[in-house]
């Protein structure tokens, strides 16, 4: 696994990389942010997302992608939506809680 990310790594934009760079400071020093990526459609942001989940499974550190549509799910590797994730039943109102354990 190391190998596929350096080598993904190796060909990122400068963008990508300091995003990568700033992802992997973050999970590494349990830092905790919140980071937000947002690019217009085929800059590769679902690239970035797999090479940054492969590095953190491959210090064998826990990565959930959790989505709102469904079809954004196959582009992720092992991503779900967040009513599956988090076992959210429909129709939600005032009563409703989530399955979390």
Do not use: H
């Not at 590797?77 to 989530?98: H, L, M, Q």
């Amino acid at each position: 696994m190391a190998t596929l990310v350096n080598k993904q790594r190796a060909i990122f934009n400068s963008k990508q990389a300091a995003t990568f760079d700033a992802i992997l400071e973050s999970v590494t020093n349990n830092q905790g942010y919140l980071f937000f990526i947002y690019a217009a459609g085929g800059c590769e942001k679902t690239f970035l997302y797999n090479t940054i989940a492969a590095e953190v499974r491959r210090k064998e550190q826990v990565v959930l992608y959790v989505v709102s549509s469904g079809i954004t799910t196959f582009l992720l590797d092992r991503g779900r939506t967040s009513y599956s994730c988090f076992k959210i039943s429909f129709p939600i109102n005032e009563d409703t809680v989530a399955g979390l354990k």
